[in-house]
């Protein structure tokens, strides 16, 4: 039973624009949410983070949209770089149920094409 | 700063066998989190190490074992190797058991 779920195993985005990466999640004890990125051969770099309390954070060009009631969240990048090139992945916590395992999905691999 | 580190990078065993990972946290950090990635899937949570006592476990089974020394690294080991063992090893650590967590470049693991 996956209980964070990322959807689209790919993404394709042009220089400049925007890329919007989504995660959705089943358990309604996750209450902090993570968003990082990992490059071949290379451990997962923490990108941007959002407690439940809030439904946005943002971070120079990384903003993290929660959506608590539908149970999603997204990842929006603008603009895009070639640089940006690499999987995503979202994570979940239930922080306040004593328990700070993170709960990972399975990861979007975001190409920006120059 | 330091950030986290992980010994080896590449490993190669035969099945039975048992294998030691290691893993420095940042300087500052003491907490462990290790996690095991297979081909085409997310990170699964092994186990966490807080203060050298384990602090949450995941679903794996007893083979997988952990210990985290007073100067805040860790250590993985999995005992009776089994072809499905074959992964990415990620150890991150963390300021207390409940921040944010840093990975380390992991260890990948090919059991034959």
């Known amino acids: 039973d996956q209980q964070v779920k990322q959807n689209s195993p790919s993404l394709s985005v042009q220089e400049g624009r925007i890329s919007i990466l989504n995660c959705d999640y089943t358990n309604s004890m996750f209450d902090y949410f993570l968003w990082y990125k990992k490059y071949p051969a290379e451990g997962p770099t923490f990108l941007i983070s959002i407690s439940s309390i809030k439904d946005k954070n943002e971070d120079g060009r990384f903003t993290v949209f929660l959506n608590k009631s539908a149970k999603h969240l997204s990842l929006h990048i603008v603009p895009s770089q070639p640089g940006d090139s690499a999987v995503y992945f979202c994570?979940?916590?239930?922080?306040?149920?004593?328990?700070?395992?993170?709960?990972f999905g399975k990861g979007t691999k975001l190409t920006v094409n120059p | 700063e330091t950030g986290v580190t992980q010994s080896p990078t590449h490993l190669i065993k035969t099945r039975g066998q048992q294998v030691t990972l290691r893993c420095s946290s940042q300087?500052?950090?003491?907490?462990v989190s290790w996690y095991q990635q297979a081909l085409g899937q997310g990170p699964q949570f092994i186990f966490q190490y807080y203060r050298e006592e384990e602090n949450g476990r995941g679903n794996f089974p007893p083979r997988f074992s952990g210990l985290q020394f007073p100067n805040y690294s860790s250590e993985l080991n999995v005992n009776a190797l089994e072809l499905d063992d074959s992964a990415l090893y990620l150890c991150?650590?963390?300021?207390?058991?409940?921040?944010?967590?840093?990975f380390g470049p992991g260890t990948r693991l090919l059991v034959l």
């Open positions: 994570a979940a916590s239930a922080q306040q149920g004593g328990s700070e395992k993170l709960v």
């Open positions: 991150a650590s963390s300021l207390w058991a409940s921040e944010t967590q840093y």
């Open positions: 300087s500052g950090h003491n907490t």
